[in-house]
Each structure stands twice: as structure tokens, then as C-alpha cells.
């Protein structure tokens, strides 16, 4: 046997085979969700009251395309440029970055409270954005300005969160939680006054905080783009302090990770990701809960392809649940809240009742 310092040859090449399968396995995974969203964006665009096939599908958006579309020779009826360009695309795009937002915060507050229970609303965003979109309409703003209430309250509700729970310049994750369920009662007592005296702007308060992608447009595509482009590249980035916390704070610390700084960074960065989605789409329920969990069944606990994968399963799920939402009672629509609510309560169940068998509640 020959020897190479003191690792004999053929255990580094063992060693050197498991990493190369490894990572075939993590590019086969994101290849394959890769392929899938498409297939599920293009599924999204073709469904509706008006049937557009796939290849027109592709022809049209190719024919926008700056540089490239200019020698395309339209064929089609202009409706159909405006169903898939106006209507369609925008609100399938918007579906699959508020799941990719949701899914990829809920991934990091679970490896934050080391609790797969763990959600992106659970430092009271949801409740601190609802309150700033039902303030936003109650005193009057126009409909482009409550996007940025809840954008601006999600934020501030974290960053209360935050200093609340602050002791000796550290933030103990328990202190953090409570804080949060605090925060968010408050909040939601707010949002009850505000429904209260909302008179004739009740309904536009009641389905916002229900949650539905209906009012999709380029507008608010241009709002929550940069945060989901951003936000998930860092927190893949992060993906080796995720996995390092998840043994404890204190062997993440040994490690050489900056523990506190760390939280600060991943509550700043997930309060923006989660106040971007809530912003454009109002309440949406159990996707940054159920999609990081099921996406460790299939891929495991590593952070390094949780976090992509997860991005890549919440943007699929989200469209096909609107999709569901869209077309469960036509010609009305479901707001999708309630289609994710229908899918996540039976699961945060089971998930719950596996947690009490397995620590013995």
C-alpha cells in the first residue's frame, strides 16, 4: 500500500469518490427541480379560460425578448400577447418568487431555532405587515403605497423583535421566540382595530390578509425581484453557519462562526426577503413551513443544497397552488391563503404529533 502522508491512497480516493457523488447527486437535484419549475411555469401561463399551447407560449414571450424578438413575424391574434405577456406571466413569475422567498426564509429559521416547526412568520412578520398594509388603507394611501406599509412594519416588527430580546448583547433563541409570539399578538390586536373602524374599506383589508397573487402585475414583479435574487444566493452563502448552528451555539462558536452577528444577519436578511413577499401578496400561510421540511425528506440537512432546493420546490408549489386557486371555482378565484392553509394544517399536524412521539411529550 502506498502512503501519502499519513492517509493511505485508496481511502483518499474513497474519500475523493464520495465528494465527487456528492455533488453529482446535488446537480442532478437542482437540475431536475431546475427542469420541473419550468415545466410548471409553463403550465401556469397555458391554464385559464383561454387555452394557449406551449410552443405559442414560447413564441410570444421569444417575440419580446429585446434584440432577439425583433424577427419574429406575429401569426397570432393580439389577445393572445396580452394574455401571456399582461395577465399570465407576471402572476406565474410572482407565484415563484414569493415561494422561493417564503420557502428559503422558513429554511433559515429553521436552522436559526434548530426547530423544523419554525416558519418565517414566527418573529411576528406576517402580523407587523398585515398591520401596515390595513393602516396604509384606512388612512388613505393609494393602492400603490400599501405594499410599502407592509413592507415597512414586517421590517420594524423584526427589528423590535430583536432589541426586545436582547440581553448582554446576545439574543438567546427562546427569548427571540417568545418575543416574537408577543410582538405578533400585538400586532394582531392592531389589525382587529383596524378592520373595526375600517367601514367600506373592510373588504379590500379582509382579502389582502387572506393572501392571493389576483392584483399580480410587472409592478410588483419589480418590487420583490431584487430581494428574492439577492436573498437566496446569501443564504446559500450562509448555508455552512446554518449547518454549523444546527449542533448548538456553543460548537458553532468553537467552529470560528460569529454566532450574534450571524442571527442578526439571517433575522435582517429574512425580515426583508418575507416583507417583500408579504408586501406584493398579502398573508400567505405554511409555505416557508412545510417546504423546507419536505424538501429535507428528499435531500437532506445540508444547508449547501436545502436552501436552492428549497427555493426551487417553493416556487413550484406556489404556482401550482395558485393554479389550483385559479381554477377550483370558476370564473372566480380562491384566494391562494386559504389553498395553502388546506395543504399545511394537516401536515403541520402530523408533523407535530412525529415530534411529540419522537420526544416523548
Given at each position: 500500500?502506498?502512503?501519502?502522508?499519513?492517509?493511505?491512497?485508496?481511502?483518499?480516493?474513497?474519500i475523493?469518490?464520495?465528494?465527487?457523488s456528492?455533488?453529482l447527486?446535488r446537480?442532478?437535484?437542482?437540475?431536475?427541480?431546475?427542469?420541473?419549475?419550468?415545466?410548471?411555469?409553463?403550465?401556469?401561463?397555458?391554464?385559464?379560460?383561454?387555452?394557449?399551447?406551449?410552443?405559442?407560449?414560447?413564441?410570444?414571450i421569444?417575440?419580446?425578448?429585446?434584440?432577439?424578438?425583433?424577427?419574429?413575424?406575429?401569426?397570432?391574434?393580439?389577445?393572445?400577447?396580452?394574455?401571456?405577456?399582461?395577465?399570465?406571466?407576471?402572476?406565474?413569475?410572482?407565484?415563484?418568487?414569493?415561494?422561493?422567498?417564503?420557502?428559503?426564509s422558513?429554511?433559515?429559521?429553521?436552522?436559526?431555532?434548530?426547530?423544523?416547526?419554525?416558519?418565517?412568520?414566527?418573529?411576528?412578520?406576517?402580523?407587523?405587515?398585515?398591520?401596515?398594509?390595513?393602516?396604509?388603507?384606512?388612512?388613505?394611501?393609494?393602492y400603490?403605497?400599501?405594499?410599502?406599509?407592509?413592507?415597512?412594519?414586517?421590517?420594524?416588527?423584526?427589528?423590535?423583535?430583536?432589541?426586545?430580546?436582547?440581553?448582554?448583547?446576545?439574543?438567546p433563541?427562546?427569548?427571540?421566540?417568545?418575543?416574537?409570539?408577543?410582538i405578533s399578538?400585538?400586532?394582531?390586536?392592531l389589525?382587529?382595530?383596524?378592520?373595526?373602524?375600517?367601514?367600506?374599506?373592510?373588504?379590500?383589508?379582509?382579502?389582502?390578509?387572506?393572501?392571493?397573487?389576483?392584483?399580480?402585475?410587472?409592478?410588483?414583479?419589480?418590487?420583490?425581484?431584487?430581494?428574492?435574487?439577492?436573498?437566496?444566493?446569501?443564504?446559500?452563502?450562509?448555508?455552512r453557519d446554518?449547518?454549523?448552528?444546527l449542533?448548538?451555539?456553543?460548537?458553532?462558536a468553537?467552529?470560528?462562526?460569529?454566532?450574534?452577528?450571524?442571527?442578526?444577519?439571517?433575522?435582517?436578511?429574512?425580515?426583508?426577503?418575507?416583507?417583500?413577499?408579504?408586501?406584493?401578496?398579502?398573508?400567505?400561510?405554511?409555505?416557508?413551513?412545510?417546504?423546507?421540511?419536505?424538501?429535507?425528506?428528499?435531500?437532506?440537512?445540508?444547508?449547501?443544497v436545502?436552501?436552492?432546493?428549497?427555493?426551487?420546490?417553493?416556487?413550484?408549489?406556489?404556482?401550482?397552488?395558485?393554479?389550483?386557486?385559479?381554477?377550483?371555482?370558476?370564473?372566480?378565484?380562491?384566494?391562494?391563503?386559504?389553498?395553502?392553509?388546506?395543504?399545511?394544517?394537516?401536515?403541520?399536524?402530523?408533523?407535530?404529533?412525529?415530534?411529540?412521539t419522537?420526544?416523548?411529550?
Open positions: 500500500m502506498v502512503i501519502s502522508g499519513t492517509v493511505p491512497v485508496n481511502a483518499m480516493d474513497a475523493s469518490s464520495y465528494y465527487h456528492k455533488r447527486r446537480v442532478a437535484v437542482l437540475g431536475g427541480l431546475s427542469a420541473l419549475l419550468f415545466f410548471t411555469v409553463i403550465l401556469g401561463i397555458m391554464i385559464g379560460p383561454v387555452q394557449v399551447g406551449p410552443g405559442l407560449i414560447m413564441k410570444i421569444y417575440s419580446r425578448l429585446p434584440f432577439l424578438g425583433n424577427d419574429v413575424v406575429q401569426t397570432w391574434p393580439q389577445y393572445y400577447t396580452s394574455i401571456v405577456i399582461d395577465v399570465r406571466l407576471p402572476r406565474v413569475v410572482l407565484a415563484m418568487l414569493v415561494g422561493m422567498g417564503l420557502a428559503v422558513g429554511c433559515a429559521m429553521q436552522g436559526l431555532f434548530r426547530n423544523p416547526m419554525a416558519s418565517p412568520y414566527v418573529c411576528g412578520i406576517s402580523s407587523g405587515g398585515a398591520f401596515g398594509a390595513a393602516l396604509a388603507v384606512n388612512i388613505g394611501l393609494s400603490y403605497f400599501v405594499p410599502f406599509g407592509a413592507f415597512f412594519f414586517a421590517a420594524l416588527t423584526v427589528f423590535v423583535v430583536y432589541m426586545i430580546a436582547r440581553v448582554n448583547g446576545k439574543v433563541i427562546t427569548t427571540l421566540l417568545l418575543s416574537g409570539i408577543a399578538s400585538f400586532f394582531s390586536a389589525v382587529s382595530l383596524m378592520l373595526y373602524v375600517s367601514n367600506e374599506r373592510l373588504e379590500r383589508i379582509v382579502f389582502w390578509m387572506m393572501g392571493g397573487l389576483w392584483s399580480a402585475g410587472w409592478d410588483k414583479v419589480a418590487i420583490t425581484l431584487p430581494f428574492i435574487v439577492i436573498s437566496v444566493p446569501v443564504f446559500t452563502y450562509l448555508a446554518l449547518n454549523a448552528l449542533m448548538g451555539e456553543e460548537s458553532a468553537d467552529l470560528g462562526i460569529e454566532v450574534e452577528a450571524t442571527k442578526r444577519f439571517i433575522l435582517a436578511l429574512t425580515a426583508l426577503t418575507v416583507g417583500a413577499c408579504v408586501a406584493v401578496s398579502g398573508v400567505i400561510g405554511f409555505v416557508g413551513l412545510i417546504i423546507p421540511h419536505v424538501t429535507r425528506l428528499f435531500v437532506g440537512p445540508d444547508h449547501k436545502l436552501i436552492p432546493a428549497s427555493a426551487l420546490v417553493g416556487g413550484i408549489f406556489l404556482i401550482v397552488t395558485d393554479l389550483f386557486a385559479r381554477m377550483v371555482i370558476r370564473p372566480s378565484e380562491l384566494p391562494v391563503g386559504i389553498i395553502t392553509s388546506l395543504f399545511g394544517v394537516p401536515f403541520f399536524l402530523s408533523l407535530l404529533r412525529r415530534r411529540r419522537e420526544m416523548g411529550w
